[in-house]
């Protein structure tokens, strides 16, 4: 048997996107039949990065620019910034088969993010071109959470409503503050999947406390995780 009983995972393509759903017509009719190859929630996790599997000392706790390819893939997918999340809900207005779908959340305002996206984009060689430095060097004037993997196969021709209704759901939580609205959101389509780029502006004070929580609603899905503050202290200070 795959997964808890009476449910198969089945991949919805591309490298952030999972869905979990029952083995029923209803879903099947949903989610569609180019969604064939079965995995388990380990596989996923290895691939994603959720094991790690890399030993001994993080790539952030070294320069970036000795980071390689795979250290640089690590930082986007699996570290104090950027991770898997499981978001389970009720297909058809929450009368239907019951639905879990894989999303990497990441802020790509943290100067480890943008530092391993600077990998990718120009490479070791390329990071003293002109255009790398001014990216880098660039002032970062929001916190900025992307959200990867909607599938587009269930939120079909959704990206206006679900950018709506993010914006007027999504807020930064941490004990003791005032909740941080976020101030824009784009949900673009991309292919089989959509991603949500969030936008909050820097109001939370120096005393940022244990953890930061985002909390939002993206259709069907409740969308909620917490980020260790601790944890994402890179260069001497907290990045977000």
């Known amino acids: 048997m795959i997964g808890p009983r009476g449910y198969g995972r089945k991949r919805m393509g591309g490298p952030h996107g999972w869905a979990?759903?029952?083995?029923?017509?209803?879903?099947?009719a949903c989610i569609g039949s180019s969604m064939d190859t079965v995995m388990n929630r380990r596989m996923?996790?290895?691939l994603?990065?959720?094991?790690r599997l890399m030993?001994?000392?993080p790539p952030w706790e070294r320069p970036f620019k000795e980071w390689s390819s795979r250290d640089a893939e690590r930082v986007l997918t699996d570290s104090p910034w950027a991770r898997q999340i499981g978001v389970r809900f009720r297909l058809g207005n929450g009368a239907g088969a019951m639905t879990e779908v894989y999303l990497t959340m990441r802020w790509s305002s943290?100067?480890?993010?943008?530092q391993a996206l600077a990998l990718e984009r120009?490479?070791?060689d390329g990071l003293q071109s002109a255009a790398a430095v001014e990216w880098l060097e660039a002032n970062q004037p929001d916190y900025v959470l992307e959200i990867f993997g909607f599938p587009a196969t269930l939120y079909h021709r959704q990206s206006e409503r679900v950018e709506k209704q993010i914006a007027e759901t999504a807020g930064l939580y941490v004990r003791g503050q005032v909740a941080v609205r976020a101030k824009e959101v784009r949900v673009p389509e991309h292919g089989m999947h959509m991603s949500a780029t969030v936008r909050f502006p820097r109001a939370l004070t120096a005393d940022l406390g244990d953890e930061v929580e985002f909390i939002g609603k993206a259709g069907p899905a409740e969308l909620r995780e917490k980020f260790k503050l601790k944890n994402m202290r890179y260069e001497g200070r907290i990045e977000m």
Do not use: D, T
Not at 48 to 51: D, E, F, P, V, Y
């Open 110 to 114: 943290a100067l480890p993010v943008r």
């Open 44 to 46: 996923f996790l290895a």
């Open 55 to 57: 030993a001994g000392q």
């Open 122 to 124: 120009w490479g070791r």
């Open 48 to 51: 994603a990065g959720g094991k």
């Open 20 to 28: 979990l759903s029952r083995r029923n017509p209803e879903a099947a």
